[in-house]
């Protein structure tokens, strides 16, 4: 029976109904009709799905890459790490992929991470000679990493939904995001070798100190948050508070490139961006609790048991279905329609929560690049005006790569588990 509501999601979906409003009304309707439940029952799971402590993280972190993105932190990083490689083949697409890993340690989105690196990297590639799609096509690849470099919005709403630690989700994000990184540099490298993008500067490290003197503070800040949180000096919640205050006191009184007169303008673009996160983390968690109730899981469970019973295929069939929600869905939608649905399943294979919570998030950035409705290719697409459909098609190298990375991360557990193994 459950299934005509989800049916009736679908086709509210297609209709384009807001995700949060249909999540909302799929979830009473299914309890006032099948379950013979009061309308009050499911204002009181909206209610106790809002009263979390972790959950106050994501406004803050919202706030603390909104501040950024209007300030000069992002410019600084990535003159940074030009410094660096920009003096290699391919330099400038490696520029873009490395500021992207930084400014996605302070961000923790993909969408604050392609705006704030592609505003910059996009037109910088084109002037040095770089076809405009393919700038944009790394730009989308790299944004991609904001939302597995911890601090990362979805593994909060991860272990906010599972009651997994989110400090462990944030170390276990470290290897996977470095290695996506490194993955797409080598592609990047070949790409350019081929097209001929040679860089027309020389390695310098009189420029190296320079470019860190002038950015040394916003490279700092990752350094101060996740240090405080792993070092056991504040919670993840806290670490936001920490980060809001510090990209106030960079952007405002040390960089001076944030005005007084823009902070209001900040914090309402923050206020309504979280408000509509919020409204979503709510209505879905009222959605997946009569998920629950319907014992969806359970069914899904057996479905895939009954084909076979080997972990080795049922994370393959997990991935292939989370690669195509992903291709459809938000991403904070997608963790908080399908975390209640898969997390019993993997619970029972035996699969680690903590690994788990690394193979969703990597799933669902991969579908952020990826068409119908991948928002790094939209907002990429938005900065630079090359048409979607140009800049999907030459991200391909790209995907392919990220999801051969899927794969590592997904059968070799160690990649995700080592470093919360050893320090936490």
């Known amino acids: 029976m459950f299934a005509i509501y989800f049916l009736a999601l679908i086709v509210l979906l297609i209709l384009s109904v807001p995700i949060g409003v249909s ?20 204002i009181q799971r909206i209610v106790v799905a809002a009263d979390s402590f972790s959950l106050m993280a994501l406004p803050l972190f919202i706030l603390s890459g909104n501040i950024m993105c209007g300030g000069s932190i992002s410019r600084r990083l990535v003159e940074f790490m030009d410094s660096l490689i920009g003096w290699i083949t391919g330099g400038m697409s490696m520029v873009t992929t490395l500021a992207s890993m930084f400014f996605g340690a302070i961000s923790g989105s993909c969408t604050a991470t392609t705006a704030a690196i592609g505003s910059i990297m996009i037109p910088g590639m ?34 906010t939904i599972t009651g997994v630690s989110v400090g462990a989700l944030f170390m276990a994000g470290f290897l996977p995001g470095i290695l996506m990184g490194i993955s797409l540099m080598i ?10 993008y040679k860089s027309d500067v020389k390695f310098s490290f009189l420029r190296v ?5 002038k950015s040394i503070l916003a490279v700092l800040m990752p350094v101060i948050v996740l240090g405080g949180i792993y070092g056991g000096i504040f919670t993840p919640t806290e670490a936001a508070t920490i980060a809001v205050v510090y990209t106030l006191i960079v952007s405002v009184f040390i960089y001076k490139d944030v005005a007084f007169k823009d902070i209001p303008r900040i914090f309402i673009d923050s206020a309504l961006m979280s408000g509509g996160i919020m409204f979503l983390v709510c209505t879905a968690s009222l959605f997946g609790w009569t998920i629950s109730v319907a014992r969806v899981p359970q069914m899904i469970a057996s479905a895939m048991l009954s084909v076979t019973d080997n972990p080795i295929l049922i994370l393959m069939m997990i991935n292939v279905l989370l690669l195509v929600i992903g291709c459809f869905l938000e991403s904070i939608a997608t963790i908080l329609i399908m975390t209640p649905i898969l997390f019993p399943i993997i619970l029972e294979m035996g699969i680690d929560p903590l690994q788990f919570g690394i193979i969703m998030c990597v799933n669902i950035c991969i579908g952020t690049m990826t068409p119908p409705f991948g928002v790094c290719l939209f907002v990429s697409s938005g900065i630079s005006g090359v048409p979607v459909e140009r800049i999907a098609i030459k991200a391909l190298p790209y995907l392919a790569i990220l999801i051969f990375d899927l794969l590592l991360i997904t059968y070799i557990p160690t990649i995700s588990t080592i470093l919360p193994s050893l320090f936490l």
Do not use: H, R, W
């Open 126 to 159: 084109n002037e040095k000679g770089y076809a405009k799609d393919y700038g944009s096509a790394v730009t989308a690849a790299s944004g991609t990493l904001g939302a597995v470099i911890p601090p990362s919005l979805m593994t909060i709403t991860y272990g």
């Open 23 to 42: 999540l909302g009304i799929t979830g009473m309707a299914f309890l006032v009709l099948e379950q013979s439940m009061g309308l009050e029952v499911a």
């Open 209 to 213: 100190y320079v470019s860190l003197k």
């Open 187 to 196: 592609v990047s490298y070949f790409i350019c070798k081929k097209a001929g």
